[in-house]
């Protein structure tokens, strides 16, 4: 399974972007996909995650702003964030997990990270 995040870029606080992560491989099993990010000097944090079907999971920090979504047509999941915020800096990443169960306890797969930053 390869993933392939994109969509990252500069943004003034109070805006939006969208990152998309492309999924290919073996995807003719829907791993559930996440959204992770990591800031300078800090762990790797879980925002949210989507089962391919109805089924979404947010970390508390960012219900309210962040929405994740997919298009299984173009196997992409996408993280829509609005109201950023400077500490919604980071480098974001997706990534797949390696077994069905939703919300997934690990991830197996992970693709490059895109640069998220928030000027105030």
């Known amino acids: 399974v390869q993933l392939q995040a994109s969509g990252g870029g500069l943004v003034q606080a109070g805006g939006s972007l969208r990152l998309s992560c492309v999924v290919s491989g073996r995807t003719f099993t829907r791993y559930p996909i996440g959204w992770f990010r990591q800031a300078p000097g800090k762990e790797r944090e879980f925002i949210a995650a989507?089962?391919?079907?109805?089924?979404?999971h947010y970390a508390d920090s960012v219900k309210g702003r962040f929405t994740i979504s997919k298009d299984n047509a173009k196997n992409s999941v996408y993280l829509q964030m609005n109201s950023l915020k400077p500490e919604d800096t980071a480098v974001y990443y997706c990534a797949a997990s390696g077994s069905l169960v939703f919300p997934p306890t690990e991830y197996a797969y992970w693709g490059q990270g895109t640069q998220v930053t928030v000027s105030s």
């Open positions: 989507h089962n391919w079907g109805s089924s979404t």
